[in-house]
């Protein structure tokens, strides 16, 4: 079985700093995705970047990009030039490529990621 | 377009009731999952749909828990002679096909209190 471990419970930035939150996975498959997920307070998750495992480049989404580690099994995100509006829970989520079919997303605890004006 | 909906929005039931939560999914979309998520812990999977076939039931934590979709759109969660640990919120989601490469698009999700 996947896991998905975010150490960080809680995270505090000054508005337009940048700040880079931590993920690591564990997994015995070689094909699968990665993903970034924000849950505002309002609760509705909303897909923030993905990253496929056979790509080296890391994935990048305006002001979010990934440090992708394979062989670390590391997946952090990084925010430029925060935003008041990225205050949220940021969850790092794992899936199985099982060639079309889907297990479900694996999801870590959580992040909560506060930007101070 | 519309969003995945769910109804209610928040559900307080006492201990030993049945309960349905009901999940609209972005139409013409394949697949269907339900998530449950404690307080402050990560969504955790619960099952899926493709169409009308459920096709993965296995994070459903006890016989208790029943998941339908009938028609392969609307789909039905039903937690029967509810318990206080399964107080949570309800997430839904849906995407256009089955596989990591189609986006999952959340709902809003149900608040469950049981008392």
């Known amino acids: 079985a996947q896991t998905v471990t975010q150490s960080q419970p809680e995270m505090s930035v000054q508005e337009a700093e940048t700040v880079t939150l931590s993920c690591t996975y564990d997994t015995s498959e070689n094909n699968y995705y990665l993903f970034w997920y924000k849950q505002p307070p309002s609760r509705q998750m909303i897909l923030v970047i993905r990253?496929?495992?056979?790509?080296?480049q890391n994935a990048t989404e305006n002001r979010f990009s990934v440090n992708f580690q394979k062989a670390a099994k590391s997946f952090s995100l990084k925010i430029s030039d925060s935003q008041l509006g990225d205050t949220a829970m940021y969850f790092c989520?794992?899936?199985?490529?099982?060639?079309?079919?889907?297990?479900?997303?694996?999801f870590g605890k959580g992040t909560h990621l506060i930007i101070q004006p | 377009g519309a969003g995945v909906s769910q109804s209610p929005r928040y559900k307080v039931a006492k201990r030993g009731q049945d309960v349905a939560l009901r999940c609209d999914p972005i139409?013409?979309?394949?697949?269907l999952f339900w998530y449950q998520q404690a307080l402050g812990q990560g969504p955790e999977f619960l099952t899926y749909f493709q169409n009308e076939a459920q096709l993965d039931k296995s994070g459903l934590p006890s016989d208790r828990f029943f998941a339908e979709r009938p028609e392969g759109s609307v789909s039905t969660l039903k937690i029967q002679r509810t318990q206080q640990e399964d107080s949570a919120v309800y997430l839904c989601?849906?995407?256009?096909?089955?596989?990591?490469?189609?986006?999952?698009?959340f709902g809003p999700g149900t608040r469950l209190t049981v008392t």
């Open positions: 989520a794992f899936m199985e490529d099982s060639g079309g079919g889907a297990d479900g997303l694996t």
């Open positions: 139409s013409g979309h394949v697949s």
């Open positions: 989601a849906s995407s256009l096909a089955l596989g990591a490469l189609y986006e999952q698009y």
């Open positions: 990253q496929e495992a056979y790509k080296q």
